[in-house]
């Protein structure tokens, strides 16, 4: 068999130091100058060795501060598919109700809610004209203390002069804003349309998910349409993929999701 190339036995090594505790979780890499003189490597091969440990998830790179072992964090699992008439699924008391049940403790932000002009993608979900005002309203998620996911959902303002004036109150609307909106303005949701995305966190996502700038994120935009087929709502969801996994249903009275368990027989 070939001898395998010099950086991946130096990324092996490192792994196995990584596996065994050796480098604990969040402890900071030995610096390049220190891995070259150890392994008797050039530079390249030791940053081929960095990124392959990278790519794998096991390691990530802070600017201005080096090389540190990733925390591993239980994921959350999340059920895209669900009721299309309520949401559920990115619903916010979904989302509690399952991370309740898991003996977790979640934590959702009072929205901050905003007036403004969107973005040009925000504006051709809502099929709106761009530059046409939207009521936005923003929250932060954690489970455990730990940063999970970012939400912002946008609503014509069109939908606050009709008759809806808590989509600008800075606190959380009790029956939810599918059954809000349905009360007031007669807007029955008939279903969503989810499309994901994955995307590499500007500085404020790194921030707040205490992730390096090469992580990957997942960004869902949840378009809800009404019983016109118009549009009702955007919810653009923002997960980092090391602590988030999603499951897709397809078909009727499907079992629950159950990978805790040895498989019968």
Request: proline content about 8%; charged content about 25%; hydrophobic content about 35%.
């Given at each position: 068999?070939?001898?395998?190339?010099?950086?991946?036995?130096?990324?092996?090594?490192?792994?196995?130091?990584?596996?065994?505790?050796?480098?604990?979780?969040?402890?900071?890499?030995?610096?390049?100058?220190?891995?070259?003189?150890?392994?008797?490597?050039?530079?390249?091969?030791?940053?081929?060795?960095?990124?392959?440990?990278?790519?794998?998830?096991?390691?990530?790179?802070?600017?201005?501060?080096?090389?540190?072992?990733?925390?591993?964090?239980?994921?959350?699992?999340?059920?895209?598919?669900?009721?299309?008439?309520?949401?559920?699924?990115?619903?916010?008391?979904?989302?509690?109700?399952?991370?309740?049940?898991?003996?977790?403790?979640?934590?959702?932000?009072?929205?901050?809610?905003?007036?403004?002009?969107?973005?040009?993608?925000?504006?051709?979900?809502?099929?709106?004209?761009?530059?046409?005002q939207?009521?936005?309203?923003?929250?932060?998620?954690?489970?455990?203390?730990?940063?999970?996911?970012?939400?912002t959902?946008?609503?014509?303002?069109?939908?606050?002069?009709?008759?809806?004036?808590?989509l600008?109150?800075?606190?959380?609307?009790?029956?939810?804003?599918?059954s809000?909106?349905?009360?007031?303005?007669?807007?029955?949701?008939?279903g969503?349309?989810d499309?994901?995305?994955?995307?590499?966190?500007?500085?404020?996502?790194?921030?707040?998910?205490?992730?390096?700038?090469?992580?990957?994120?997942?960004?869902?935009f949840?378009?809800?349409?009404?019983?016109?087929?118009?549009?009702?709502?955007?919810?653009?969801?923002?997960?980092?993929?090391?602590?988030?996994?999603f499951?897709?249903?397809?078909?009727?009275?499907?079992?629950?999701?159950?990978?805790?368990?040895?498989?019968?027989?």
């Open positions: 068999m070939a001898q395998q190339p010099m950086y991946q036995q130096i990324a092996e090594d490192l792994r196995k130091q990584i596996d065994d505790g050796t480098l604990a979780p969040g402890s900071q890499l030995p610096t390049e100058i220190e891995l070259r003189d150890r392994y008797e490597a050039s530079r390249n091969t030791i940053r081929d060795a960095i990124k392959r440990l990278i790519s794998q998830g096991l390691i990530e790179t802070r600017p201005g501060q080096g090389t540190f072992v990733t925390t591993w964090v239980d994921p959350f699992v999340t059920v895209l598919t669900a009721d299309p008439k309520t949401g559920a699924g990115g619903d916010t008391a979904t989302y509690l109700s399952q991370v309740s049940a898991a003996h977790r403790q979640p934590r959702v932000t009072t929205p901050r809610v905003e007036i403004l002009a969107p973005p040009d993608q925000v504006a051709r979900r809502l099929r709106i004209t761009q530059g046409t939207v009521v936005s309203r923003y929250r932060e998620r954690y489970i455990d203390e730990i940063p999970w996911s970012l939400e959902s946008y609503y014509p303002l069109s939908f606050f002069t009709d008759g809806a004036p808590k600008l109150i800075a606190e959380d609307i009790p029956e939810g804003t599918v809000y909106l349905a009360e007031t303005l007669g807007l029955h949701q008939i969503y349309r499309w994901i995305t994955a995307r590499l966190p500007p500085l404020a996502e790194q921030a707040f998910f205490k992730i390096g700038h090469d992580a990957s994120v997942f960004e869902i949840r378009t809800a349409f009404d019983q016109h087929k118009r549009p009702m709502r955007l919810t653009v969801m923002v997960f980092p993929a090391d602590r988030n996994q499951i897709v249903d397809v078909g009727d009275d499907l079992p629950d999701p159950r990978y805790d368990e040895e498989p019968e027989g």
